[in-house]
């Protein structure tokens, strides 16, 4: 389980979305009765580029690859706790495997939610992150 305490290293990540028929949704990574987004710690290799580790924290956490054309709303990103959150638009479907690291598979599901669901039911520090996203793209 992650350390839920103390300092954290900061990180990066994404607020994915995808548009159904005429219904935006966004992509919520499930773990036991919460969504995450898709998201991780800053690594040396990232060279301090916030986009950057979210680039690869997306594509580690549920395999899609997110690049600058894909940021339909602009580069700007929101802080939210220690990570700091880009808005992202894909047509890719996610599949969620083993961390390459470690191993472990840290997600159950990634599921694409109505705004109200994912705003419900994301872990509490991200909240503001996905009702940026949702007034980004709905005003």
Not at 8 to 19: N, Y
Not at 74 to 100: K, R, W, Y
């Amino acid at each position: 389980m992650r350390k839920k305490s103390g300092s954290r290293r900061p990180g990066a990540g994404f607020v994915l979305v995808r548009k159904f028929g005429n219904e935006w949704k966004v992509l919520g990574l499930r773990l036991y009765a919460r969504y995450d987004l898709p998201k991780g710690g800053v690594d040396r290799a990232d060279a301090g580029n916030r986009f950057i580790t979210a680039q690869r924290e997306c594509e580690e956490e549920c395999g899609i690859l997110v690049s600058t054309k894909d940021l339909k709303w602009g580069a700007d990103s929101i802080q939210v706790g220690h990570v700091t959150v880009f808005l992202a638009e894909t047509n890719q479907n996610p599949v969620i495997t083993e961390n390459p690291k470690s191993g472990i598979i840290e997600h159950h599901s990634a599921d694409w939610l109505d705004w109200d669901t994912m705003e419900e039911k994301v872990y509490g520090y991200l909240g503001p992150a996905v009702v940026w996203a949702r007034n980004k793209i709905e005003l």
